[in-house]
């Protein structure tokens, strides 16, 4: 049963993404981290080089702990997919406690001798914890190291969806990303207090189900490699997702049931959301071009494309090209990219791809992304969704909104009682 073309469905990915984004690194990752600065700062001391910064600091892609893992971004990148705004990077409201400042120079001056040294080192390790961390919870630092982990992923994926955030916007993910942070951290503390614990078999299942979403486990250790973690990381992380996960559905059970009654009464109330507009599933071969290019290099890629052509015209298997030829991660689906309805691609492929009966191919179609050859598999006209065939996952996207709102409550709950201090500048 497909029912992706419902409107209801469409924002579950992004409510999930609330709940159960990656946690924070480990403890022994922190600890490295902290030593690897620490080391830092004595190499600057021994020598008379200028300041660097941290190699800790250096980061790349998201943890994997997120709802959706990797394997729906892998055919993202040079797919010929519309820019789509980052709703999933937004969160809870920023906490209300205020960035605390370090103790100025006039109160320092006004210390004894030897307490105004005692008090200059203590300024010394704020300014550095400062430095080093972009906030603390409970006591607990967040790095600057996690924070720039989940800054880079978020602009990656942007970059993928041909998207450049301006400086408002790259203010508003800084700060959302810094509330996902302390929001995970305050539930991970909150689910190791309460006791709850997650076997290593339960970890190691949830490992095998995520890797079955890429075609081999080259392509897996492919990407978790590409966001700087190892296999051992992943499963610790994913540990840390799932207990905070279990404390979530043993402390709001109560509170986010759903009826039948309840289910049929929002089916009968939005029927827009039901209407399943057109789509087409299609595959495509993609020789890239960068479309700053010149006019020289295009003409190349043109000509290697129209070279493939030739093959598909004489009768070749559309799907085997598209694995041994095509520029375009859903190679390896033999350039299937599933169904689709108009708006889910950038317009010339989009229009060229509804203009499609199914089974006919495309002329050469140029796109920001290159040149493409579009098949048509299937097609789908546009229907109403029965209730019968959404009840069951419209129960699921039920339970899932009242529970991102009931932890969005407690998140502030948490965040009003907790200490907090910030350091996002």
Known sequence: MNVKGGKWLMGIAALLTVICMALPVT???????????????KSSEQTPVADKPAASEKTVEQTPAADKPVAAEKTVEQNPAADKPATSEKTVEQSPVADKPVASE?????????DKSAATEKSGESVQAVKDNIATVNGVAITRGEFDKEIDAIQQRLLMQGQKP???????????????????ELLWQESQKSGVKIADSAVDEEITKWKKQFS???????IIASMNISEEDLKAQMKQRMSVQEFLDKKLEQKISVSDK?????????????????????????????????????????KKLEDIEKKVKKGEDFAAIAKSSSDCPSKDNGGDLGYFSRGQMVKPFEDAAFALKTGEVSKIVETQFGFHLIKAVDKKADKTLSYDEVKDELKDYLKQQKKVKEVGDYSQELKGKAKIEKFLE
């Open 216 to 222: 081999d486990e080259e392509q897996f250790k492919t």
């Open 106 to 114: 006039k109160m320092v001056e006004q210390t004894p001798a030897a």
């Open 27 to 41: 403890a022994e990752e922190k600890k490295q981290e902290a030593d690897k600065s620490a080391a830092v700062e």
């Open 166 to 184: 301006d400086e408002a916007q790259t203010s508003e993910i800084k700060n959302n990303v810094l509330e996902n942070l302390i929001t995970r």
């Open 262 to 302: 309840d289910v049929k009464e929002y089916y009968d109330s939005h029927p827009d959301d039901f209407k399943q507009p057109e789509q087409v599933k299609a595959s495509h071969i993609l020789v890239k071009a960068d479309p700053k290019a010149d006019e020289a290099a295009k003409a190349g890629a043109r």
